[in-house]
């Protein structure tokens, strides 16, 4: 079981966590969303929950809550431009299908 950020994604995450008083990482997960069903999720950790499992990575710590660590399990976490905007990237080796826009994923049946 693992979380990977790559270098940028890492320095990023270690940036804003060194800004931001309270923050203990990366808080890294998924919500019903779109049209197929899930979305990534990213924020600042500020709590460690007694379902999380956490990984840490060179200092930085990431915070997966137990509901989304069987669809999150083993993802790399990226950092970089898409369109006009930068965001976190993705590449989840649960995902089976993803929307055409992208914003969403489905995994096999047994996840669900």
């Given at each position: 079981m693992?979380?990977?950020?790559?270098?940028?994604a890492f320095a990023r995450?270690?940036?804003f966590v060194e800004q931001t008083p309270g923050a203990l990482g990366l808080r890294f997960g998924v919500t019903r969303t779109g049209c197929s069903g899930w979305g990534h999720t990213t924020d600042l950790a500020r709590e460690q929950r007694e379902d999380d499992t956490v990984f840490e990575q060179d200092g930085v710590r990431i915070f997966v809550d137990a509901e989304s660590l069987a669809l999150v399990d083993g993802t790399e976490i990226d950092f970089g431009k898409q369109g006009l905007s930068e965001t976190f990237l993705?590449?989840?080796?649960?995902?089976t299908a993803e929307c055409g826009c992208?914003?969403?994923f489905t995994t096999?049946?047994?996840?669900?």
């Open positions: 693992a979380i990977h950020l790559t270098p940028v995450v270690q940036r993705f590449r989840n080796p649960n995902a992208g914003e969403s096999d049946e047994t996840h669900r």
